[in-house]
C-alpha cells in the first residue's frame, strides 16, 4: 500500500517561492507516474506538473516557467519548486502516484499566495 504525504505549504506573498515535498511510503521506481495537482475553492482539481516514469515532464500553461517538478526515486520523493507566486496558485496541492493501473493520492497541502 501506497501512502503519499505532503509537506511544504503556507502562506506566501506574491512574488516569492515555495518548496513542496512529497513522500512515498511504498517507495517511488522509475516506472512510477509522479504529479501535483491543486484545487481551488470552488473550482475542479488540475493537473499542475507531471513527470512521468517514462516520457516527458509537463506542465499547465499557467505555471510553465514558474513551476518545477523534480523526484529523488532513491529517497522516494517529489518536489514542487514554486517560483513567482500568484494570488490564482492559491490552492490545495496534492501528490499524486500512477502504478500501473491506480492512482494514489496525498491528503493535500494548503498553499495561499497573499498579493
Known amino acids: 500500500q501506497v501512502q503519499l504525504v505532503e509537506s511544504g505549504g503556507g502562506l506566501v506573498q506574491a512574488g516569492g517561492s515555495l518548496t513542496l515535498s512529497c513522500a512515498s511510503s511504498?517507495?517511488?521506481?522509475?516506472?512510477?507516474?509522479m504529479g501535483w495537482h491543486r484545487q481551488a475553492p470552488g473550482k475542479q482539481r488540475e493537473l499542475v506538473a507531471a513527470?512521468?516514469?517514462?516520457?516527458?515532464?509537463n506542465y499547465a500553461d499557467s505555471v510553465k516557467g514558474r513551476f518545477t517538478i523534480s523526484r529523488d526515486n532513491a529517497k522516494n520523493m517529489v518536489y514542487l519548486q514554486m517560483n513567482s507566486l500568484k494570488s490564482e496558485d492559491t490552492a490545495v496541492y496534492y501528490c499524486?502516484?500512477?502504478?500501473?493501473?491506480?492512482?494514489?493520492w496525498g491528503q493535500g497541502t494548503q498553499v495561499t499566495v497573499s498579493s
Open positions: 511504498g517507495g517511488m521506481s522509475s516506472f512510477d507516474d
Open positions: 513527470m512521468p516514469g517514462r516520457g516527458n515532464t
Open positions: 499524486n502516484m500512477k502504478r500501473g493501473y491506480t492512482n494514489y
